[in-house]
């Protein structure tokens, strides 16, 4: 009897974590599908009127020709660029800054307090003051970009870097190792992954506020493009510059993660 | 003259409710060449010893010569093996064990040193592995091989082996033994297990808790290769047993 089900029991595991997976991939797929059709039907109805909400048939049709008359691919780029810049630069400041608050005492000291104040300003706040500073072309939305990419990258940072394990740094003690071997052999490997979530997350902001910055002033853009939709009456429009910031998004922290496992390919909790 | 001399140390933790003496009155020699165990329960300042020792802890009072010279930091003379191997996930075996090189030295003597040791820890064919690809004994021996690339004149071990299986551990401390007639190098052993420390100590220094005091030092007079089962062993083992569990008896006997 005891036999029976010690022999039973590993093939139904077997068999049901099979299962749940099916479900589970099921799940993934089949609600965003139900979903769409859900929508689709009530539009094809009438029960929603297009000029509300469009079915999505309609809104992909849109989208299609959006991409192949080059008009979409045109804002596109524009944003993309807007964002590259305000990135780089926002990234850039918030790792240096980071690290330098993460590794010194008094930086840390001198910065908490600005830090604090100036850390709950909404992001789309600043746009009013920097068009008075900087005027409405590009440089007023790239610091706009720039600001809300900047303060995901310093936290993490920041949090990385103080974080190092101290049986590390011991380590490093005991082989009398000097602050340069320390700084750069244990304390910023060591917060790599961390920093690696701060960007991603950047990036995830900047793409978000880059609609914002361009609702306001622009010319060309995605953002732009969508109140310009919204000024002609032209929904089908607008959703499709959604499906579009949606994918691209989507696109760049795929990319993003790849590098990622690339990098940090060391780190064993990336593998579970 | 000995090679670690550690007179009258005390030593005192701050904590918010007050003041903990971890270590009292604690003197020992250590000559060149010595195996010494260090055997207490958990919480008796052992590890706090050998740290001060390390030079990762300072103590209250009291003096702690090496070479004639009082120890103030760290150094590459007193190698380091911690209880978790404490290895650099991001690098690899080989990279690993390259850290520990304090010298500066040119990349071919470097590697040719690397190999070296990968040998005697028995891991050539792990030098590119990841720490998160191997087992914790394999692990644990790549620490070991970081801490001897520098020759150091003692080893500092704490618990080396307290987180393996125990038939990994037996292997384990062959292989220290092994190591050391090799290095020639001193070794001063933490650990809570009894047979570990007949098994690998010349001499055994057994701590009570709290505060942290020598209670006894043992010399084990068995020749090497010893057998954990010989007679002798395990009257050196019983000794051991007596000093930490008759403490309670005499209570008894006085209530008769």
Redesign the interface.
Known sequence: MEQTTLKEYPIRKVNSTDWKKKILFGLKLGVPIVLLLTWEILSQSGMIRSTILPAPSRVLETLWSLLISGEMFKHIITSLLRILQGFLIGASVGIILGIAIGLFKPVDAATTLVIGLLRPIPNLAWIPILILWFGIGETSKIVVIAIACFWPVLINVIDAIKRTDSKLLEVAQVLEKNQKTLILQVILPSSLPSIFVGLRSGMDFAWRSVVGAELIAASAGIGYFMSYSREISQTDSMLASVVCIAFIGFAIDFCLRKVQAKIIKWDPNYFK | MAILSINQVNKEFQIPTGKVKALENISLQVEEGEFICIVGASGCGKSTLLRII???EEQTTGTVLYDNTPITK???D???I?Q?S?L????TVEKNIE??I?NALDKATKKELIQHYLNIVGLQEFQKA?P?QLSGGMQQRVSIA?ALI?QPKILLLDEPFGALDALTKMTMQDEILRIREYQKSTMILVTHDIDEAVYLADRVVIMSSRPGTIRKVLNIQLPRNRNRNSSDFVHYRDIIYQQFFKQEEPDFNYEI
């Open positions: 390390a030079g990762l760290p150094s590459t007193r190698g380091v911690f978790e404490r650099f996930p991001w690098l850290f520990g304090s990841y998160h970081r520098n």
